[in-house]
């Protein structure tokens, strides 16, 4: 199971951002996986401790598949973690905006199986 990292509520809260591999989707999908619970919650923690605290959720992909297709699914990934922290933590949507990128902005190389892995990612922006 994936779990948050020990300064998650650091770095999204303090630092303004954070970005995670640790959730993860069905393939082509936006179905949240449930080894992602741990970061998801770690996460909902620093938002419910800090209610003050407005949020940007932004999806990215790998640069498997058709690109416009690919910038929908970043969106669909960013809705849905939004979402589930809505059904799951109560987290009020209205603190939280999304957005996709697609595969516009990789931070590793799209060549390889592991690069392709860190650019699928979702990054959650303090606003």
């Not at 998650?8 to 970005?19: A, D, Q, V």
């Not at 905006?97 to 990789?106: H, I, L, Q, S, V």
Request: net charge neutral.
């Amino acid at each position: 199971m994936a779990t948050g990292l020990p300064d998650t509520r650091h770095r999204l809260i303090e630092e303004g951002k954070f970005s995670t591999t640790g959730i993860c989707f069905d393939p082509n999908s936006a179905a949240i996986r449930p080894e992602s619970y741990g970061v998801l919650k770690e996460l909902a923690a620093a938002l419910k401790e800090n209610p003050s605290v407005r949020i940007k959720i932004v999806g990215h992909t790998s640069s498997d598949g058709d690109d416009a297709a690919n910038l929908e699914l970043s969106k669909r990934r960013a809705a849905a973690v939004k979402d589930f922290f809505g059904s799951e933590w109560k987290i009020d949507g209205a603190r939280i905006d999304t957005d996709g990128k697609g595969e516009t902005e990789p931070v590793a190389d799209n060549k390889t199986k592991e690069g392709r892995a860190q650019n699928r990612r979702v990054e959650f922006i303090k606003l």
